[in-house]
């Protein structure tokens, strides 16, 4: 089973982070994520076991061909790859 961990805050749409346990620019998107206060799940890929990983970089591949991390997808159609403060906050809080 996937583990999808959840954080709570104001909801504005489905946002997904997919990130590695171990990456700075991983961390410093979930920390800003959290600075704006909104909800969000991430996966730490690298947590996975190998049989969940391959279907976490599936489900990656149908958003970026990068497979760089993170990568963030927003309600399933917007998809941010690398740590992009001005773009979150232009998607996520219409300014």
Not at 22 to 45: A, F, H, M, P, Q
Not at 55 to 65: G, W, Y
């Amino acid at each position: 089973m996937i583990n999808r961990k959840h954080v709570a805050g104001e909801n504005k749409g489905d946002i997904l982070v997919y990130a590695l346990s171990t990456c700075g620019w991983c961390r410093k998107t979930k920390n800003y994520l959290n600075e704006l206060g909104v909800s969000y799940d991430y996966i730490d890929v690298d947590l996975a076991d190998q049989a969940d990983e391959n279907l976490i970089m599936a489900d990656i591949s149908k958003f970026s061909k990068q497979g760089s991390f993170p990568t963030i997808v927003i309600n399933n159609e917007e998809c941010i790859v690398g740590y992009n403060p001005d773009r979150l906050k232009e998607l996520l809080l219409n300014e």
